[in-house]
């Protein structure tokens, strides 16, 4: 009879345990999510981004960056 209370406090703390590293993991799993979907954003964004040429053409693709940038800002 004593050993298998021990057996059964042994599993309870096993399957204690487990939850505690299942949710451990999920967080872990939900900010690689969070983190991929961002950078794919960002991937898609400089795609649709043409390379620039000239003085004037810099300028212009400054100001696209700032807009980008307050764009995202207000987006927040």
Known sequence: MVLEKKNIDQI?????????????????????IEM????????KKK???????GDNEQILRIRQLLAAAWSEDLKD
Do not use: H, M, R, Y
């Not at 703390?13 to 799993?29: V, Y």
């Not at 795609?47 to 040429?53: E, L, R, T």
């Open 12 to 32: 309870k703390k096993s399957i204690k345990k487990f939850n505690e590293f299942s949710l451990k993991e999920k967080a872990s799993l939900t900010d690689a």
């Open 36 to 43: 991929l979907w961002l950078n794919a954003g960002i991937q």
């Open 47 to 53: 795609q649709d981004v043409k390379p620039v040429k």
